[in-house]
C-alpha cells in the first residue's frame, strides 16, 4: 500500500510539474497589429479597437505594403 502512495506522489508531482511548464505558454496573443504603410488613420483606428482605448506604439516593422506595430495596451 506504501509503494502504491509513493507512486501516486511522484506521478501527481510530474503531472503538477507539467502544468506548470505549459501554463506561461498560454497567454494571450501577442499585442500587434497589421495596417498598409502610411495609413497612420487605420493604424490608430485598429489599435483603439484592439486596445479599447489608450495605447502606445512600440515599434514597428514594414512587411511589404503592410506595416506591423507591436502595442502596448494602457489600462
Known sequence: MIHKQKIFKILFLCTSL???QILP???REPQYI???TGERDQLQE???KYCYGDFKVLEEE???PYTRAHL????
Do not use: H, M, V
Not at 502596448?72 to 489600462?75: A, G
Open 18 to 20: 507539467n502544468f506548470l
Open 25 to 27: 505558454g498560454c497567454s
Open 34 to 36: 497589421i495596417f498598409k
Open 46 to 48: 485598429r489599435a483603439i
Open 62 to 64: 514594414e512587411i511589404g
Open 72 to 75: 502596448e495596451c494602457k489600462e
